[in-house]
T-cell receptor
Framework: EDQVTQSPEALRLQEGESSSLNCSYT??????LFWYRQDPGKGPEFLFT???AGEEKEKERLKATLTKKESFLHITAPKPEDSATYLC???????????FGTGTRLQVTL | DVKVTQSSRYLVKRTGEKVFLECVQD?????MFWYRQDPGLGLRLIYF???????EKGDIPEGYSVSREKKERFSLILESASTNQTSMYLC???????????FGSGTRLTVV
């Protein structure tokens, strides 16, 4: 059974204070690790897909990296508009379904 | 942009009612999914479908059923609503393969 654990549960940063969110996973045959952003009362919004260890992807102030056991979402010089819950999910085997972690709730203050 | 539309943002239903949650996608995606999201538990898969009239149980199918009569529409049915089904329900679709999901905005269901 696939398992995804995200840490920390919540993170409060000041504007400009860089940090990283962690996603640890256990799967048999990773076919993709996905990061989503979710704003309150809305559905998750796709950010990145990573497929193999060593892969990195960037979007504005966000950079996602992948190892064989975990993924990190690095946030560089965050702004208040980066405040959201960030979700990690994995796909394994031949199925299209994703298994999600419980998310990290990020708050960025002025 | 792919759009996934859920028919209601908020619903309040009584215990024992039959509840229909509707989801429509406009990009001819093969795969559609229903999740529920609860604090501390994350997103949990209820049912999914790879094709018209095809369905598979997810991790928590008890108390739910689904219908997919047309490719673009995937309905979640609560046969007899109970208070423990109060939750945020999220529909998603994907083209398949190694692509991610596109989610709808969610339906917040309260069962009283």
């Amino acid at each position: 059974e696939d398992q995804v654990t995200q840490s920390p549960e919540a993170l409060r940063l000041q504007e400009g204070e860089s940090s990283s969110l962690n996603c640890s996973y256990t799967v048999s045959g990773l076919r993709g690790l996905f990061w989503y952003r979710q704003d309150p009362g809305k559905g998750p919004e796709f950010l990145f897909t990573l497929y193999s260890a060593g892969e990195e992807k960037e979007k504005e102030r966000l950079k996602a990296t992948l190892t064989k056991k975990e993924s990190f979402l690095h946030i560089t010089a965050p702004k208040p508009e980066d405040s959201a819950t960030y979700l990690c999910a994995v796909r394994s085997g031949t199925a299209s379904k994703l298994t999600f972690g419980t998310g990290t709730r990020l708050q960025v203050t002025l | 942009d792919v759009k996934v539309t859920q028919s209601s943002r908020y619903l309040v239903k009584r215990t024992g009612e039959k509840v229909f949650l509707e989801c429509v996608q406009d990009m001819d995606h093969e795969n559609m999914f229903w999740y529920r999201q609860d604090p501390g538990l994350g997103l949990r898969l209820i049912y999914f479908s790879y094709d018209v009239k095809m369905k598979e149980k997810g991790d928590i199918p008890e108390g739910y059923s689904v219908s997919r009569e047309k490719k673009e529409r995937f309905s979640l049915i609560l046969e007899s609503a109970s208070t423990n089904q109060t939750s945020m329900y999220l529909c998603a679709s994907s083209v398949g393969g190694d692509y991610g999901y596109t989610f709808g905005s969610g339906t917040r269901l309260t069962v009283v």
